[in-house]
């Protein structure tokens, strides 16, 4: 079976200042992956970087066996919440129905067949009920579920999400983190930006944590261990001890 990513000496900067230096990654199918890393780190640049959002200075990178262009189809890329504009008009079903656009061809309108799909996807979610509201309306974990709903909507083999936990409730987290694994058990690939190291245990196979570059890769046993958390958190550390807490 071929590797879901795999990550060669890539770079990529902005505006000639690194982001993230570097980075090897091979990630085997069927696995839920967490990145964690302080703020800055990298972490949304690398996942950017994974679908093309940002080019890569140097490196490679392949998904699926092959290139980014001809897997496009196959990833679904739930964004970090911050980035979209939630007074947007958009209603849920139209947001998860976007989900199927991927597979719909060009100039081609979703049909009974598309809405049907995108409200078993909202069923997924337990968001059905909300399917004629605006998205604007909804809370943050509402909003993420429905995201989510987009993202199976797209029948993808591969999911990146960046931070689908900050500032929701926890049934929508537990709500979410068990489709995850569900995920996982058909044989997809999981993506995960995480913010928390708490869950990181029970939410994650393996774990990359960044800080510009790779600090540690492996199974959350092995990386969530002080001395090497510690060397992705130094200059928080050293924040918390300037103001006394540390
Ligand atoms: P993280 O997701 O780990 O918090 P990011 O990938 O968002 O980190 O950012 C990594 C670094 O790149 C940060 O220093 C950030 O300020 C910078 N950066 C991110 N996006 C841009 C951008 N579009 N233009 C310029 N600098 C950016
Ligand atoms: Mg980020």
């Given at each position: ?64 066996g092959s290139t980014l262009k001809e897997n496009r ?31 719909l061809g060009l100039f081609k309108r979703p049909k ?118 510690l060397k992705a958190y130094e200059r928080e550390l ?9």
């Open positions: 079976m071929v590797s879901a990513l795999v990550l060669k000496n890539v770079h990529v900067s902005y505006h000639g200042k690194p982001a993230i230096q570097e980075i090897d990654l091979r990630v085997e199918q069927g696995n839920i992956l967490g990145i964690i890393g302080p703020n800055g780190a990298g972490k949304s640049t690398l996942l950017k970087a994974l679908l093309n959002l940002v080019p890569i200075d140097k490196g490679s990178i392949e998904i699926l189809k196959k990833i679904a890329y739930v964004p970090q919440r911050s980035e979209f504009d939630w007074d947007f008009p958009i209603h849920v079903l139209d947001t998860v129905l976007i989900g199927t656009y991927p597979n009974k067949k598309e809405k049907d799909w995108a409200y078993a996807c909202l069923e997924q979610v337990g968001m059905e009920k909300f399917a004629d509201r605006q998205i604007g309306e909804l809370s943050g974990g509402q909003q993420q579920r429905v995201f989510l709903a987009r993202a199976l909507a797209q029948n993808a083999d591969l999911f990146f999400l960046d931070e689908p936990f900050v500032g929701i409730d926890v049934s929508s987290e537990e709500t979410i983190i068990h489709l995850l694994k569900e995920l996982k058990d058909h044989g997809k690939t999981v993506v995960v930006i995480h913010h928390d190291l708490s869950k990181a245990n029970d939410y994650f196979d393996q774990l990359l944590l960044l800080n510009k570059q790779v600090i540690h890769f492996g199974n959350p046993q092995e990386v969530l261990r002080p001395e090497i958390i050293a924040f918390l001890h300037e103001v006394g807490v540390g």
